[in-house]
């Protein structure tokens, strides 16, 4: 089964950048969509972004366009989430994902069925 690292999460101030990354191994791993979620303090977990080891099937949550930037890296097996211009009400534990096919990427909560451990990202003001 696909196994998921996450890194590169800490404590970091209102305004800064910062990228994790998550390490991915394991059998047929091509043929899973992978993705970020975080889950912040008393919130229900949510999407933040998709992307396929090709590349395509890129997708942001609405309120995070244009500070997030999804990409992959597919020699390494890895997936890495870079945020920019990070605000308090970014701290969250950063999950990454995998999605077993058929791929569906539509919805606000999207199938995703292998999870990472997460790393926690806090954003001091």
């Known amino acids: 089964q696909v196994q998921l690292i996450e890194s590169g999460g800490g404590l970091v101030q209102t305004g800064a950048s910062l990228r994790i990354s998550c390490a991915a191994s394991?059998?047929?791993?091509?043929?899973?969509?992978m993705g970020w979620f975080r889950q912040a303090p008393g919130k229900e977990r949510e999407f933040v972004a998709s992307?396929?080891?090709?590349?395509?099937?890129?997708y942001y949550r609405d309120s995070l366009k244009g500070r997030f930037t999804i990409s992959r890296d597919s020699a390494k097996k890895t997936i890495y989430l870079q945020m920019f211009s990070l605000k308090p009400e970014d701290t969250a534990i950063y999950f990454c994902?995998?999605?077993?096919?058929?791929?569906?990427?539509?919805?606000?909560?999207?199938?995703?069925?292998?999870w990472g451990q997460g790393t926690q990202v806090t954003v001091s003001s």
């Open positions: 994902a995998a999605q077993s096919p058929p791929w569906v990427f539509s919805g606000d909560y999207p199938p995703y069925d292998i």
């Open positions: 394991g059998s047929s791993l091509s043929a899973y969509a």
């Open positions: 992307i396929t080891w090709s590349g395509e099937n890129i």
